[in-house]
């Protein structure tokens, strides 16, 4: 992903897109494999800046 940019992750209920906040906010850990920003690995980032460089946005929809 070119720095910088920004990008919205959507998709349905169940689909992982909690977890996947969870692992970038430094909630969590990634079970397989290593999360990168910056060229950084997520574990060497402080919290408070990892904060300025993610946002979580939830918005309810409409179900059928």
Do not use: C
Request: aromatic letters at 6%; glycine letters at 10%.
């Amino acid at each position: 992903v070119p720095r910088g940019s920004k990008h919205a992750l959507l998709a349905s209920d169940g689909q992982g897109q909690s977890t996947l906040f969870e692992i970038l906010a430094g909630m969590r850990e990634s079970a397989f494999g290593s999360v990168l920003i910056g060229g950084r690995r997520l574990a060497t980032w402080h919290p408070a800046a990892l904060n300025s460089e993610i946002l979580l946005l939830r918005l309810p929809y409409p179900r059928r």
